[in-house]
């Protein structure tokens, strides 16, 4: 009887310490995914509400805009500013446009500049959003980038100069490019 009952308190004990053990697990996973490039619907609703604070954000606005770096990371997102202004990447396969493929327009999510249409997006295995034409000539700018020991093309948007990604020349007919964009600098209105 002795044995029985220490059997079952041992159980206890153990299932108390998997369950304990569990619940960590689950939390470290939602605290590394997280801190790896992840964003919970709260960050992204703060990310999207935060063009109410940014007075340069227009959809209509063409005029090109001259802002400081310091101007900016006082409007932006943290996360938004190290892409746009500091020329930094997110995570491939972590932004929340790289799979969409419901039809409408993608803005600029620093100025609200007009810079592709669904039509011209397009599955690439990238885990970027991928396009194969802007809406117009001057909707982007086109740099040299010698970064990280290779040549490639930086893609900007024509209005608030802001890092967007980079093009390829490895995309589908008519044009044969892939504009390879962070999720993050894009806003998208789907078509009514």
């Not at 419901?102 to 599955?123: D, H, P, Q």
Request: aromatic share 12%; hydrophobic share 30%.
């Amino acid at each position: 009887m002795e044995f029985a009952n220490k059997t079952k308190a041992i159980m206890k004990k153990n299932i108390v310490i998997s369950s304990v053990l569990l619940f960590a697990i689950i939390c470290m996973s939602s605290v590394c995914n997280n801190a790896n490039g992840t964003k919970s619907k709260q960050q992204i609703s703060a990310m999207e509400n935060q063009t109410n604070k940014n007075p340069y954000y227009s959809r209509t606005d063409t005029t090109k805009l001259n802002v400081s770096n310091v101007e900016w990371k006082k409007v932006l997102s943290e996360d938004m500013y190290y892409v746009a202004r500091e020329k930094g990447t997110e995570r491939a396969f972590t932004g929340k446009y790289w799979e969409t493929d419901e039809l409408g327009t993608y803005y600029c999510a620093v100025c609200g500049n007009r810079l592709f249409v669904s039509e011209s997006k397009f599955a690439s295995s990238c885990g970027w959003p991928s396009f194969f034409e802007a809406v117009r000539k001057d909707a982007v700018e086109y740099h040299q980038d010698k970064s990280f020991g290779m040549i490639r093309t930086e893609v900007t948007c024509g209005r608030c100069e802001s890092h967007l990604g980079h093009i390829f020349d490895d995309g589908p007919p008519p044009t044969g490019k892939r504009f390879c964009m962070n999720s993050i600098v894009l806003d998208f209105e789907p078509k009514k």
